[in-house]
């Protein structure tokens, strides 16, 4: 069965420094999609970051980059740069199809401090 | 604005009551989704539909039940078979071929059952 998980419940990162989010994943499907969310306390769900599975390059938006080690089957997140504002949940999820539909399962997420 | 809206923010009802969870979108999708999240835990699938007249259920579907009438909404009903409801609601939906296949969030709903 398709599954991701996200070891690290809290963690905590100085602002301005950088930080990883670990996340690992199991599919036998070759083609999947690997996503980063964002959750603030208002609930809310921000997308923050994609990786596909044929994709040759590492993705990256501004602060935030996905190291993707497809043969480890992990695709951690890194926040270079750290910021107040980045103190959230993040969920890892991935995209799995099966028989045409689209679903997508989610870590039960990492809490992220920064501190001042 | 395009966008999806989920009513109400907050939502209290009495134990045995059902309940309507509301879910419209503006931005043209083809599939919706709804998402359980408790406490300190990840996203949970409760139902997805790919077109209109159509739906499938996730993985804990048990004690919900959803409609599709038309592309722009997707009602959840948390009927009082659901055992333990109090929880925080997600609405999501996705384009077909949407730019890598994200799925965008609603503001979601939190339901509390006295």
């Known amino acids: 069965a398709q599954k991701i998980t996200q070891t690290q419940p809290g963690m905590f990162v100085q602002e301005k420094e950088a930080v990883t989010l670990d996340c690992t994943y199991d599919?036998?499907?070759?083609?999947?999609?690997l996503f980063w969310y964002k959750q603030p306390s208002s609930g809310e769900m921000i997308f923050l970051i994609y990786?596909?599975?044929?994709?040759?390059q590492n993705a990256t938006e501004g602060r935030y980059s996905l190291n993707f080690q497809k043969a480890r089957k992990s695709a951690n997140l890194v926040i270079s740069a750290s910021q107040l504002g980045d103190s959230a949940m993040y969920f890892c999820?991935?995209?799995?199809?099966?028989?045409?539909?689209?679903?997508?399962?989610f870590g039960t997420g990492t809490r992220l401090k920064v501190l001042a | 604005d395009g966008g999806i809206t989920q009513s109400p923010k907050y939502l209290f009802r009495k134990e045995g009551q059902n309940v309507t969870l509301s879910c419209e979108q503006n931005?043209?999708?083809?599939?919706m989704y709804w998402y359980r999240q408790d406490p300190g835990q990840g996203l949970r699938l409760i139902y997805y539909?790919?077109?209109?007249?159509?739906?499938q259920k996730g993985d804990i579907a048990e004690g919900y039940s959803v409609s599709r009438e038309k592309k722009e909404s997707f009602p959840l009903t948390v009927t009082s078979a659901q055992k333990n409801p109090t929880a925080f609601y997600l609405c999501?939906?996705?384009?077909?071929?949407?730019?890598?296949?994200?799925?965008?969030f609603g503001p979601g709903t939190r339901l509390t059952v006295l």
């Open positions: 999501a939906s996705r384009p077909r071929g949407g730019r890598d296949d994200e799925q965008f």
């Open positions: 599919t036998s499907d070759p083609s999947y999609g």
């Open positions: 990786q596909g599975s044929y994709d040759q």
């Open positions: 999820a991935m995209r799995e199809a099966t028989s045409g539909t689209y679903k997508y399962i």
């Open positions: 931005l043209n999708h083809d599939a």
């Open positions: 539909s790919q077109i209109v007249n159509d739906f």
